[in-house]
């Protein structure tokens, strides 16, 4: 098909924090005017599973489980009606490899400034600072104590 003629992808990062929701929202509200289609990842990755110690091995990691915390976190977030238009899909990976790589082709990847983890002053998190710098398309770092309204995208 004529990369002309499809809808605008955008693909959001979701891990659960305020950030995430934040960011799920703007993305949203962004595909909305430009007629586009919303894609949320969020990532999975077994602890130590980069790393040259034993294998990692997570007992507790259900992944059906996580696939519905993931449906349910968009629902909770854009409602029946906003989730039924969101495509969402979790990933096994490293969040940062995870995003960069389902942005591939995509027209915007949006992120949260700061997910589950990190320094609560820290300005940006590791994973939207990585993705800032390796995204492979326009990318939009949300924060989380921006009203929707002063984030609207198109807004002055």
């Not at 294998?55 to 993931?70: G, K, M, Q, S």
């Not at 976190?73 to 990976?93: H, I, K, N, Y």
Request: hydrophobic content about 40%.
């Amino acid at each position: 098909m004529d990369r002309q003629h499809e809808a605008p992808r955008i693909v959001v990062g979701v891990d659960g924090s305020p950030s995430s929701q934040a960011a799920l929202r703007w993305a949203v509200r962004y595909a909305g005017l430009v007629s586009g289609r919303v894609e949320a990842v969020a990532a999975w990755d077994l602890p130590g599973a980069a790393s040259w110690s034993a294998p990692a091995v997570d007992t507790t990691f259900d992944e059906e489980e996580a696939e519905r915390r993931l449906v349910e976190e968009v629902r909770t977030v854009l409602g029946e009606d906003g989730a039924s238009s969101v495509r969402q899909r979790l990933v096994r990976g490293n969040p940062v490899d995870v995003l960069v790589d389902a942005a591939q082709g995509a027209d915007m990847l949006v992120v949260g400034s700061r997910g589950r983890g990190g320094f609560s002053r820290a300005l940006l998190g590791s994973v939207s600072h990585q993705t800032a710098l390796h995204a492979p398309c326009p990318i939009t770092i949300v924060r989380a104590d921006v009203p929707v309204e002063q984030a609207h995208p198109g807004r002055a």
